[in-house]
């Protein structure tokens, strides 16, 4: 039902983190911070939180955090606080580290680069990925260049899971958040294996997601945007 929807990536899209402290190699530009604001069921349920700290070699740090809790008649339904960074370097992922707690329970995953595969481990498995792979936080820096529909492997960073789907720019659409009108692109997101629209993208010119829909197969829908 409602835990459904809010598998979320760690939105951001995910998502994916403990945020750890900078590595001494890191520049002394403080870290990019990217804050979404998170809704369902027509109420505000938390924030998604990237920071994104670049060293001087290009190699980024990725640390993420979401919070989320949803209420029904002052009861909680639902609570995830979920964790992770990823360390990519020149378009690829090096590692990356995600816990989450999800209605009291909890789960791991990690993943590191190999020469010709991503390793993948959670608690009860092992899997080799391709490097392609997709993480579902959706931090991949090509994911957004292209006009051209791309077949992917996501990685649910939630629970290690592998999902075919199919990416494809729709245009530009004209978007109102938060009363300013903004130019985007505009993408979806379908699972190969039903045809079923999972999740709508709106990115700008640099690459960063001002909104994002994820649709639940309850037929949930989860809203982020950019607050700041």
């Not at 983190?17 to 809704?39: E, G, K, L, S, Y």
């Not at 919070?67 to 370097?89: D, M, P």
Request: charged fraction near 25%; charge should be negative.
């Amino acid at each position: 039902m409602i835990r459904h929807c809010l598998k979320v990536s760690a939105a951001l899209i995910a998502a994916a983190i403990v945020v750890t402290a900078t590595p001494a190699t890191a520049t002394n530009t403080a870290p990019v911070r990217h804050a979404f604001d998170v809704r369902a069921k027509g109420a505000n349920i938390g924030q998604h939180v990237f920071s994104i700290d670049t060293l001087e070699d290009g190699t980024k740090y990725v640390d993420i955090e979401a919070k989320l809790k949803l209420k029904f008649v002052f009861v909680t339904v639902f609570k995830l606080h979920h964790q992770a960074q990823e360390i990519w370097r020149d378009g690829r992922l090096l590692s990356m580290k995600c816990v989450t707690e999800k209605n009291g329970e909890r789960q791991e995953m990690q993943a590191v680069a190999k020469d010709e595969y991503i390793l993948v481990q959670t608690p009860d498995d092992e899997m080799h990925l391709s490097q392609d792979t997709v993480p579902t936080s959706f931090t991949r820096e090509d994911l957004w260049q292209t006009t051209d529909a791309r077949d992917l492997v996501l990685l649910d960073t939630l629970n290690g899971e592998r999902k075919p789907a199919r990416l494809r720019f729709e245009g530009r659409q004209q978007v109102d958040l938060n009363g300013t009108v903004r130019d985007l692109r505009y993408f979806t997101l379908t699972e190969t294996e039903t045809g079923r629209l999972s999740y709508q993208f709106w990115i700008d010119d640099s690459g960063m997601a001002a909104r994002i829909l994820m649709h639940a197969k309850d037929g949930t829908d989860v809203h982020y945007t950019y607050a700041a």
